[in-house]
């Protein structure tokens, strides 16, 4: 596609409850990352894969959280068992070539509210 | 959440007047990035540093990696209405890693 494009842009749940994000990556890019990002703070690191592999998931704040690619293209986050202090924006973000130039190309992201 | 440290955390500025914010980290990084952040969007590359010492402009904007490794200053020029948002700067750390600082929003008055 022509960028990186996130779904639901909006999510409202239960607290309780699980939910699925996802992202479509800008159409050959290797590199995927995931982020949250809390109002008026920056981006902060969750997890990342190149192609299929999950390169590192050390920001993922705890087990309920995970993170799959399994294509190598389209990647989804999934939050069990949601709680409100889960409520951020999440942002997902791509690049040709992770190690190259560092230029994440980032979503419009995801909104979360748990209740 | 690891995070680089940036300052100021807000300016107040007259349209016109040069601007400079910096980041500061505890780590050594390899790559040193800067990002705008827009209201309702997702951050946008601004410049990217790879040389300790390097100093990069791009238009209006002037950013260098410090020769520590550890800091980054950015510089606006002649600042206009539309510098407003939020200004990151990004750290590469391990490879492929990207750790982002706290910010520094920018407000620009006519």
């Known amino acids: 596609g022509a960028g990186v494009s996130q779904s639901p842009r909006y999510k409202v749940t239960k607290r309780g409850q699980d939910v699925a994000l996802r992202c479509d990556p800008i159409?050959?890019?290797?590199?995927l990352y995931w982020y949250r990002q809390a109002l008026g703070q920056g981006p902060e690191f969750l997890t990342y894969?190149?192609?299929?592999?999950?390169?590192?998931k050390s920001g993922l704040p705890n087990d309920r959280f995970s993170a799959e690619r399994p294509e190598g293209s389209i990647s989804t986050l999934t939050i069990q068992r949601t709680e409100q202090r889960d409520s951020a924006m999440y942002r997902c973000?791509?690049?040709?070539?992770?190690?190259?130039?560092?230029?994440?190309?980032f979503g419009e992201g995801s909104r979360l509210t748990v209740l | 959440g690891q995070q680089l440290n940036q300052s100021p955390q807000s300016m107040f500025i007259q349209e016109g007047e040069d601007v400079s914010m910096n980041c500061t980290s505890s780590?050594?990084?390899?790559?040193w990035l800067w990002y705008k952040q827009d209201p309702g969007e997702g951050p946008v590359l601004l410049i990217a540093?790879?040389?300790?010492?390097e100093l990069t402009s791009n238009g209006r904007l002037t950013a260098q990696f410090g020769i520590t490794r550890k800091d980054s200053f950015l510089n606006i020029s002649a600042s206009i209405p539309s510098d407003v948002g939020i200004y990151f700067c990004?750290?590469?750390?391990?490879?492929?890693?990207?750790?982002f600082g706290t910010g520094t929003r920018l407000q620009v008055f006519p």
């Open positions: 973000a791509s690049s040709l070539v992770g190690r190259d130039t560092g230029e994440l190309f």
């Open positions: 159409s050959g890019h290797v590199s």
């Open positions: 894969f190149n192609y299929e592999a999950q390169q590192d």
């Open positions: 780590s050594i990084f390899n790559t």
């Open positions: 540093l790879y040389k300790a010492g």
């Open positions: 990004a750290g590469r750390w391990l490879p492929d890693k990207l750790i």
